[in-house]
């Protein structure tokens, strides 16, 4: 007699998969929220000051121009 034991696995098997789906989907879901944060930086396009950036937009304090978004 040969009794597959598979139809007795598929329920466990199946169960597990979907847990698998689920936190890979959680995972995911962590990982594209941590991207969504942009690290947004504004410059002066006359580089008055270099490299320095700022967190927001605004005018450059030295020539008054609009400061530039730069991408990091
Ligand atoms: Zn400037």
């Given at each position: ?70 991408q990091?």
């Open positions: 007699m040969t009794a597959c034991p598979l139809p007795a696995l598929r329920g466990p098997r199946l169960a597990l998969a979907t847990l698998l789906m689920a936190l890979a989907a959680a995972a995911g879901l962590t990982a594209c929220h941590g991207d969504t944060e942009v690290h947004a930086a504004y410059m002066c396009p006359m580089e008055c000051e270099g490299d320095k950036r700022y967190p927001e937009p605004g005018t450059c304090p030295v020539c008054g121009m609009d400061l530039v978004e730069v990091q």
